[in-house]
């Protein structure tokens, strides 16, 4: 797989945001947004792009790209299994004519469908022929859906005209590297003009390259975003310098994602023995690498043929075999009804964020993490016993973060819960104090409270922003109450 990734030096602009405009990337800081209204409206509806964004829009990639021109020690494109969930993994390969179909058969059913990405399982450029041709298709049937690739880089050069002229407007390019010494340990060969260049020279000429096609994008205007494996041992150390470089080179936003790496994947990383980072060595680079492109927190490191919102995979509803030989009629209508109804949810949102900051505005020096179980639309809106996933946020006086998302095995199914469930969702909420929650059941709110998290459903259904900082003032306020009662019952 390419991973999916960002960009050129946007135009940051100081002129006043339109009310919906408030920071989408980080989300829940409330501040008027830098971007200028050209970025705005590219990240807005990008459900990678804008951290906001990804409640409501959905992503496809099309795998329509089988051949790769390098190799990395993260990845075997041999290796084809639907059970896994990593990029660069398929279930089935289609020409532009199949993936064309299946874009048609998901934009009917799904009407928050906003980009269709292509994204592997090798590399899209590698493969222009297919790649372009696909891309030309999906822009003549279904033009409002955002075009998006997701590159290596090495052939990235060559095609940016190609790509400005057919309006894609999000590049992703993972970069890993850019010292060869670092770039050797993780690309052992290169395919350039027609042979294989191994080691330092190879990884040289692959920096080279992605380091051009950044700046040859910046140039176009096309946003850009920048994915980098952690890898600890090869480059956790080296991943600030990548994030300063292709800042430095306009780079929108900066990706950081885990190795995957196990035995059976059969890559070389996963048969020597190599690990994926921790959730702590993670957030370590994460911080590391900010203060140079944006840092992306909510990446799902997609299969490369997913489908839905990110955190969902719809594909199986989706297979050759369960579309319809013609290609169905677009339904432009129902995804731009859609858009207008977010818009309106953003501005209503927006109203009740900002009255929920000025509530924590006194908090000083007080600061708590909390999980929210959600479906989606941005909502508190989902049972506990039926979460697969919980968004974990930071909140203070400031404002609302997300600090990432934990899979969980479904606590609740048929009815009944599961113990060994109950006790992998308690551990991935040790570190929170509170989790938002639509409901939840007697048993997993009792074992909740009595491990020190407090279950919350005084907040379904409302926007996840607000109900963290309502629970937040509300906690605080509790605190202040308890420590007045222990003033007193401790008497002069
Ligand atoms: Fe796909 Fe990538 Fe475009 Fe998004 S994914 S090509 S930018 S439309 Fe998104 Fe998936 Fe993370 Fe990629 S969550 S792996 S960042
Ligand atoms: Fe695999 Fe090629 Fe993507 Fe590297 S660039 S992860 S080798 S498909």
Known sequence: MTTPLVRPSLPVTNAAPPLAANCKFGGG??????????????????????????HHFARMHVAVAPACNIQCHYCNRKYDCAAESRPGVVSERLTPGQALRKVLAVAAEVPELSVVGIAGPGD?????????????????????LRLCLSTNGLALPEHVERLSALGVDHVTVTVNMVDPEVGERIHPWVIWKGRKVRGKEGARILSERQLEGLAELAGRGILCKVNSVLIPGVNDGHLAEVGRAVRGLGAFVHNVM??????????HYGLTGRRGPTEAELAAVQRACEGGANVMRHCRQCRAD???????????????????????????????????????????????????????????HLTARVAVATKGEGLVNQHFGHARELLVYDVDRRGVRLVGHRKVDQYCSGGEG???????????????????????????????????????????????????????????????????????????
């Open 306 to 364: 997913a489908v839905g919102l990110l955190g969902q995979d719809r594909n199986a509803e989706f297979t050759l075999a369960r579309l319809s030989a013609a290609a169905v009629p677009d339904a432009a209508g129902a995804r731009a009804a859609h858009r207008r109804g977010v818009e309106k949810k953003r501005q209503l949102v927006d109203a009740a964020h900002r009255e929920a900051l000025a509530r924590v505005e006194t908090l000083e």
């Open 29 to 54: 800081c409330g501040e008027p947004s830098r971007l200028s209204p050209e970025v705005l409206a590219k990240v807005a509806n990008h459900p990678c792009y804008s951290e906001e964004a990804h």
């Open 418 to 492: 599961g113990d060994d469930e109950l006790e992998g969702m308690l551990a991935a909420l040790s570190d929170c104090r509170a989790v938002l929650v639509a409901k939840v059941g007697r048993c997993p709110r009792e074992r909740l409270a009595s491990a020190g998290i407090e279950p919350v459903v005084e907040h379904a259904f409302e926007p996840i922003e607000p109900a963290v900082l309502a629970w937040f003032a509300r906690d605080a306020g509790r605190e202040r109450e308890a420590t007045a009662a222990h003033a007193l019952c401790a008497g002069p």
């Open 124 to 144: 899209p450029l590698a493969n222009p022929g297919p790649t372009f041709e696909t891309m030309e298709l999906v822009r003549r049937a279904a033009p409002d």
């Open 258 to 267: 885990p190795l995957i790496s196990a035995p059976e994947h059969g890559t």
